[in-house]
């Protein structure tokens, strides 16, 4: 009896947070560069939004999207202001949101392009979710074994190779659907050029493009989306990991004109963007655009950028540092477990991306000290597995 063994848990119970900081039951203080997978960008128990949860939850927790809700036409306002784009849809997960991006592809496919079976490309090594229709467009076999049969439509292109893209595409291509940084991947980058290329190439085929930001976006790579770094400017944008700072909301957004095509009754949500998950987004929301964090990140992220390169880069065993602003990967030559292990008990919590990647996600919030502080745990780290794996090879 219990829970589905789905996650390989860590032994540590974590009981309270604060900023970059966790607690746990036994009273031992970690620094957090995990931010619960990217997700609460803000930091543990950020004051602005802790209390725009607090006072909601007094005022009215859920109404039904048969009613208007306040908080999402404001929560909108901000998304479409900064993305350019025109309509938003708020559900309840990052999946969820991709799940209507790519109905929303389909039905605009069927609806414009007069195609008959609507195939989306994306790209081998990315993470979409764990829906049906998301894990098969996610180009990782680990996350659709056994899962079958599974829905047709998704052809498969390799990321930042626009010669693979082309030969993927065909008649009855509708979409192309990718991250930005591919994270769960292990933090691999788009080449700006390959995304300025992939913008002309859509344009030219008639193909939507349609980015998924939900782990890229809400400020982790130093702008409120990262593609807003890389000139161009997508059809549609999925998001929701930092969206909510930990609660659970996604939100998927369109350009102009393809509100036509998810019209009444083509989609629906009970819980998507309710009055609690609006009130907290509105408040995360409002901390990106009107304070100052945005360019701060940028700043903090080429100082976190500098410390892993001139410290960790040096060190045996490392082999490639990826990433930008506060999104990292340092891929190594043996598998990273032994290392988050070890950084655990020295006090920083660190996940991985793949079995090679060590994955950097601190909260935004993140000090110059507190980056010292991580790289310095890392680097001793380093040094005490690989000394333990000698001792243990002889
Ligand atoms: C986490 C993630 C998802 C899935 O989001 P869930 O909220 O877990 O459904 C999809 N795409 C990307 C890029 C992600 O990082």
């Known amino acids: 009896m219990g829970l589905f063994p789905t996650y390989r848990k860590s032994e540590i119970r974590l009981k309270k947070g604060e ?3 966790l607690w746990d039951e036994e009273g031992h203080r970690y620094l957090d560069y995990t931010s619960g997978i990217g997700v609460c960008n803000l930091g543990h128990a950020h ?3 802790t209390e725009a949860l607090g006072e909601q939850a007094s005022k009215l927790w859920h109404t039904s999207n048969l009613f208007p809700i306040a908080g999402q036409e404001e929560a909108a306002e901000m998304l479409l202001r900064a993305t350019g784009l025109a309509n938003a849809f708020f559900s309840n997960s990052g999946a969820e ?8 592809a389909r039905r605009w496919g069927h609806q414009v392009k007069g195609v008959s079976k609507p195939e989306i490309l994306t790209f ?5 979710g764990r829906t049906l229709a998301t894990l098969t467009a996610t180009g990782q076999t680990k996350v659709q074994e056994d899962c079958g049969p599974l829905p047709e439509g998704f052809v498969f292109a390799t990321y930042n190779d626009m010669n693979s893209v082309k030969e993927a595409v065909s008649e009855q291509t509708v979409a192309v659907l990718l991250e930005v940084i591919q994270g769960e991947g292990g933090i691999q980058p788009a080449q700006p050029s390959f995304l300025k290329e ?16 939900i782990q890229t976006g809400l400020g982790r790579t130093g702008t409120l989306f990262a593609f807003q770094a890389m000139g161009i400017q997508p059809d549609v944008v999925t998001c929701a990991k930092g969206l909510g700072n930990g609660f659970p909301v996604g939100a998927m957004l369109g350009r102009a004109g393809l509100e036509d095509h998810l019209g009444y009754g083509s989609h629906g949500t009970t819980f998507g963007g309710n009055p609690l998950a609006m009130a ?11 304070t100052s964090l945005l360019e701060r990140v940028q700043e903090t992220g080429k100082y976190l950028a500098n410390q892993l390169h001139e410290k960790l880069l040096p060190l045996a065993g490392v082999k490639e540092i990826r990433g930008r602003g506060m999104m990292w990967g340092i891929e190594l030559e043996t598998p990273a477990a032994p290392l988050v292990k070890r950084l655990a008990e020295k006090g920083l919590l660190v996940i991985t991306a793949g079995e090679y990647v060590l994955r950097l996600l601190p909260p935004l919030i993140i000090t110059k000290e507190q980056m010292n502080e991580g790289v310095d745990m ?10 333990d794996e000698c001792v243990s090879r002889v």
Do not use: Y
């Open 19 to 21: 900023g970059a900081w």
């Open 47 to 49: 004051p602005r939004v």
């Open 97 to 104: 949101a991709n799940e209507a991006a790519i109905k929303l």
């Open 124 to 128: 081998h090594s990315s993470f979409h």
């Open 198 to 213: 992939l913008e002309a190439f859509c344009r030219e085929q008639g193909l939507l493009l349609m980015l998924d930001e």
């Open 280 to 290: 907290v987004t509105g408040a995360v929301l409002a901390e990106m655009i009107e």
């Open 378 to 387: 890392i680097v001793a780290a380093m040094k005490e597995v690989r000394v």
